[in-house]
């Protein structure tokens, strides 16, 4: 894992709202195209069924319809009472068409019955001829019911179409009836739900987002601090310093980089055990955390050797914030249970300043290193990094 937390919660971020657009996407998708299949399907089945039982009412008669077939007499007896029965089939299943029709050749069809009344619009008097379609035939090569939920725009709108074939008494095939359910108001239906699902994933997104660039540190807080000490681990300090660098170079700022050593740590180790050692370094960790400010960052260079980073910041500020350490860890006391003591430690501490020549993390680290190397000279002390 490599970066500066800073870069590292940005690639997350994005990585995870990348992802979690990929899936949503494939939900949203499945959600609304199941959804529009399953009401398709049982629309289409509802058709089938309806023009299956259309198919044996004609049955029922059979022999007066055929009969019409060849008289197409639309004064006839037959004529209105079959057309009154699919009207008010069409009136109370609340379908667009109903209709029966017979195969003239391989490219035509011809309308026998229709529930529609003559002076209206859609009416087609028996015997009108039509182009047929793969869906009729379908039904006269199977000589079975079938239901279509796939279709495309036609004069008479958009349809979800049932069939079923019509038999004389020796099972020979005489058409077949056709019922129609206009698809409008459901794809209108359908478009609002699109639109709703929508705003609900669109909702969620956003609110997941905002989670993440809030709480973001809380859940990388593991990966990328010291669980000791609470301070930034070692391998991001390169990145996170040249981040602050750059920073100060181009918004023409200060910034300074404190190295922070334990004076005589060894001796805590090899006097009181390692395991007050640990106790030392974390209980040092929260009083110099709480000697920087927010904007500060804390890091756990090694063992008890840590470095502050301090953008923002003048030389002055500097001094009284090093000064504030210094004089904290000093009349700090960590308590030994085991020897029954009180335990206190001295700091030193190297201060470097960017300046002009200084542009790399390395060197930056190089001169603060050199500044505390001549502060243990005398211990408990702090000194600048000097050309």
């Not at 639309?74 to 379908?95: G, L, P």
């Not at 409008?184 to 905002?210: H, K, M, N, V």
């Not at 923002?312 to 700090?332: D, F, L, M």
């Amino acid at each position: 894992m490599n970066g500066s937390p800073r870069i590292f919660k940005l690639k997350l971020i994005t990585l995870t709202m990348i992802v979690l657009f990929c899936i949503m996407a494939v939900i949203y998708f499945i959600a609304y195209v199941s959804t529009r299949d399953t009401i398709e399907k049982q629309l289409s089945l509802n058709a089938q069924a309806l023009a299956v039982s259309i198919a044996r009412l004609v049955m029922e008669d059979v022999d007066s319809y055929k009969a019409f077939l060849e008289t197409k007499d639309v004064n006839s007896d037959y004529y209105s009472r079959m057309q009154a029965s699919f009207m008010t089939i069409k009136i109370n299943s609340n379908v667009k068409y109903i209709y029966s029709e017979r195969k003239i050749d391989e490219n035509t069809f011809e309308y026998i019955l229709d529930a529609e009344m003559i002076e209206h619009q859609d009416y087609s008097p028996p015997g009108s001829i039509e182009e047929t379609d793969h869906r009729r035939e379908i039904v006269y090569a199977t000589e079975r019911p079938a239901a279509f939920h796939f279709f495309k725009q036609q004069r008479w709108g958009v349809l979800i179409s049932g069939f079923a074939p019509i038999f004389d008494h020796d099972g020979q095939m005489l058409g077949l009836i056709g019922v129609d359910i206009d698809n409008s108001d459901i794809y209108a239906s359908l478009r609002r739900l699109q639109i709703i699902l929508f705003a609900l994933y669109a909702g969620i997104f956003l609110a997941i987002l905002l989670f993440l660039i809030r709480y973001a540190d809380t859940f990388l807080e593991p990966l990328f601090k010291d669980n000791l000490t609470g301070a930034y681990s070692k391998r991001y300090s390169e990145n996170l310093i040249r981040e602050e660098i750059a920073a100060a170079v181009k918004e023409h700022h200060g910034l300074a980089l404190m190295m922070l050593d334990l004076d005589h740590f060894k001796n805590i180790n090899d006097t009181y055990g390692h395991a007050f050692g640990d106790k030392v370094l974390s209980n040092i960790s929260e009083i110099i955390k709480k000697s920087l400010r927010k904007c500060d960052h804390f890091i756990r260079y090694g063992g008890e050797e840590f470095i502050a980073l301090l953008p923002q910041v003048t030389e002055s500020q500097t001094k009284e914030i090093a000064e504030r350490i210094r004089q904290a860890v000093c009349k700090n006391e960590i308590f030994n249970e085991e020897m029954n003591l009180p335990v206190k430690m001295t700091i030193s501490i190297g201060i470097a300043a960017l300046a002009d020549s200084t542009v790399s993390v390395l060197q930056l680290i190089e001169q603060a290193d050199k500044a505390l190397y001549a502060a243990k000279i005398t211990r408990n002390s702090i000194c600048f990094f000097e050309e």
